[in-house]
């Protein structure tokens, strides 16, 4: 009796039976309303009480059904919130994936922050706002702009992504033995562009100020001036590994050294096979450079850092004060002795390189060397850079 005496709803169970006695008795004849008044006390009072007790049990059945489903509905909230978060417990923040540096590398700072954990990053690229990471099956990417990260996910499921590379109007996607993409900009629509190129493995795209497309596969160098549409066999006699274009100078890497062109790709010179293959080419304050491999890796298990000055023609190694600092045993994990340069870059008024050994950097162009950013691990690093803001990134694979 409590509960209904303090129950909000117990003016409207009491005008519901004041109601209900009004309905039953207008409805009763006249005479049956009459007599039923008029019956002797003792009659009328068992009628009544009757009557009473019926529309008693008709309230307090309706108001246990309430409770009953104010109980469950607040059971399976309940539920919903616990199962939520045992979900966000489950999911621990990840860290120790991308760090980057606004200081010419004095301090680094891990913005991994809402990535999921151990995430396995293939390659980083930085574009004109934004930094991207890449995995097998998806792009993982924020602002450049953002002080504090904010990741989202863009997932290609019939594509598995290889590697990531500048356009004119946005960057071009390879998947290595299925082709090369671009992206419609902002509408994650990846648009085809290998379907009339014969070979598919696909290891780097190069679009020139003017349009034109380079593509470097497995089967050698292709080129094209119509946006895709048709390709040209340029070069043949080797396995590309990467290209570069800067001051109408072509450079490009091949399994077998460098080379080089003057003429928009259409022919090629040999500038540099001593050191076997050349892994990675680029562009860096009216320089270009090359990560190679050094030669025989069985005799020598050390690649180079090399460098032109005079637009690819000679090339200059910088490397040598890295030696101290790349050879690195940990007997723990029981790692040997590899000197591996893995990528370089500039930001700012500083060369940075990255190795086996962490992130060293150069104010003198390689003359001298000093570390910055020290990987115990040995984790494969690679680099990205926006403006004087440097990104270093854990990445797996070669």
């Known amino acids: 009796m409590s509960l209904l005496k303090n129950s909000p709803k117990t003016s409207f169970y009491n005008s519901v039976t004041s109601f209900y006695m009004e309905k039953i008795a207008s409805a009763l004849p006249t005479y049956t ?12 009072q068992i009628r009544m009480l009757s009557l009473l007790l019926f529309v008693q049990s008709f309230v307090a059945c309706q108001q246990n059904q309430d409770v009953a489903q104010s109980s469950a ?6 539920s919903s ?19 980057k ?4 590398g004095q301090t680094w700072e891990d913005i991994s922050a809402g990535l999921p954990k151990d995430l396995g990053v293939s390659r980083v690229f930085v574009g004109e706002s934004e930094v991207y990471l890449t995995t097998e099956k998806a792009l993982y990417h924020s602002s450049t702009a953002a002080a504090t990260p904010n990741w989202v996910k863009d997932a290609f499921m019939d594509v598995e992504i290889s590697d990531m590379f500048s356009g004119r109007t946005g960057p071009y996607i390879s998947s290595y033995q299925s082709g090369f993409f671009k992206e419609i900009p902002g509408t994650g629509v990846l648009i085809p562009m290998h ?47 990467s290209l570069v274009e800067a001051e109408g100078v072509l450079i490009c890497g091949t399994y077998k050294g460098l080379m080089r062109s003057t003429d928009g790709g259409e022919h ?8 076997g293959s050349a892994w990675k080419t680029g562009f860096v304050e009216g320089r270009f450079f090359s990560i190679t491999q050094g030669g025989n890796w069985e005799d020598n298990p050390t690649n180079r850092l090399r460098i032109s000055d005079d637009g690819g023609k000679t090339w200059r190694r910088i490397d040598e004060g890295l030696s101290a600092g790349q050879f690195v045993f940990n007997r723990e994990i029981g790692t040997s002795p590899i000197k591996a340069i893995n990528d370089l870059k500039r930001a700012g008024q500083y060369l940075f390189c990255s190795c086996d050994a962490g992130i060293f950097r150069s104010s003198d162009w390689g003359k001298s060397w000093e570390p910055v950013f020290a990987e115990d691990n040995l984790k494969l690093l690679q680099l990205g850079v926006s403006g004087n803001v440097i990104y270093a990134v854990k990445v797996v694979g070669c």
Request: net charge negative.
């Open 101 to 104: 540096s606004a200081d010419g």
């Open 73 to 78: 509905a607040n059971t399976v909230l309940q």
């Open 81 to 99: 919130i616990a199962s939520a978060q045992v979900r966000d417990n489950a999911v621990p923040s990840a860290s120790r994936i991308i760090f």
């Open 268 to 275: 090629w010179d040999w500038v540099l096979t001593e050191d």
């Open 33 to 44: 309303f009459v007599a039923l008044f008029h019956q002797p006390n003792k009659v009328m």
């Open 195 to 241: 379907e009339a190129l014969k070979d598919k493995t696909v290891r780097s795209v190069l679009e020139t100020p003017d349009g034109t497309l380079f593509v470097g596969c497995e089967s050698g160098l292709y080129k094209s001036a119509d946006n895709g549409k048709s390709w040209k066999q340029v070069f043949e006699e080797d396995g590309i590994n």
